[in-house]
């Protein structure tokens, strides 16, 4: 499913936080927004998504597979979110319910959006645990009792069960170690092609970017500076917002596995 978001702002309390943003994502494309920490990326998704603070007023146009989002009602919305469009965030500690197991975690957005007998959810979320590589003994336990990249593939599993066209994966591996960062953007970048849909991946890391995506956004205090193919901004940034992103992933990097394969 296409993202098309042309003259997008987004005002708190009359401060600016997104301004004039144009991007695009293709039916099937996964693309990057990548930013410093502040720069306003997760408002953009927000926008997106129709969660936006109560306080913050959003003008200009966001469509969703042709559905415009901004200033949509919540039943436009709703009817999207969950269904339409997956959802990753940054913090599965935080982000899973700590009150539901794994496996009704994932079979939760079925029950909302699906009429399923218990048995036909069952199955589908035993074959989605497989799929994200959760053994099916962990369908008992509860987020608390997983490990960091656990619980993201419970995460992922869960915005992917629905077969959404479109993921929204707001620094899905930020909060994980190096290796595990790796292994989460394999997976989601296989399920993502596996399935056909297409995906904007947040991150405030080039290194990871160039893993997850072909093309980017690059944004700056809310605005957009820079865009193009991740590989070329990677090699050879010629905004300097975008080398500054490029310095610190290759700090990041240093000493550890090089960069060439990122
Ligand atoms: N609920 C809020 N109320 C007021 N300001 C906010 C709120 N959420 C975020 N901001 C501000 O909006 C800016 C962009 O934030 P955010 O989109 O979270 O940045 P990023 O995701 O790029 O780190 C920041 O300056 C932040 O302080
Ligand atoms: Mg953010």
Redesign the pocket.
């Known amino acids: 499913m296409a993202i098309e978001v042309s003259g997008l702002s987004v005002d ?2 009359g ?1 600016p ?2 301004s004039d943003v144009a991007m695009g994502v293709a039916d099937g494309e996964r693309v990057g927004l990548v ?12 926008a997106l998504l129709g969660l936006l ?1 109560r ?2 007023s959003a003008s200009g146009s966001a469509r969703l597979g042709g559905t415009e989002v901004i200033g949509a009602d919540e039943t436009t919305l709703a009817g999207l979110r969950g269904r339409y469009v997956g959802v990753v965030f940054q913090n599965p500690g935080s982000s899973l319910n700590p009150v539901l197991s794994v496996g009704r975690q994932i079979e939760l957005p079925l029950k909302l959006h699906y009429d399923l007998d218990a048995g036909d959810r069952h199955e589908r979320v035993m074959a989605m645990m497989r799929k994200v590589g959760l053994d099916a003994s962990l369908a008992g336990r509860y987020p608390h009792e997983l490990s960091g990249g656990q619980q993201q593939r419970v995460g992922i599993a869960t915005a992917l069960i629905t077969s959404p066209r479109l993921i929204i994966a ?2 899905p591996t930020t909060a994980l170690d190096s290796i595990t960062q790796r292994q989460i953007v394999d997976l989601l970048v296989s399920l993502v092609d596996g399935a056909g849909a297409s995906m904007l991946f ?1 991150t ?1 890391d080039f290194s990871v970017l160039a893993r997850a995506t072909s093309r980017c956004y690059v ?1 700056d205090r ?1 605005r957009i500076v820079d865009s193009g193919q991740t590989a070329g901004l990677l090699a050879s940034p010629q905004v300097a917002q975008s080398r500054r992103l490029v310095e610190a992933a290759r700090k990041l990097t240093l000493g550890g596995p090089d960069m060439e394969t990122l």
């Open positions: 708190i309390g401060r936080i997104v930013g410093s920490s502040g720069s306003g990326k997760s408002m953009i998704a927000k603070p306080q913050a707001d620094e947040i405030h944004l809310g």
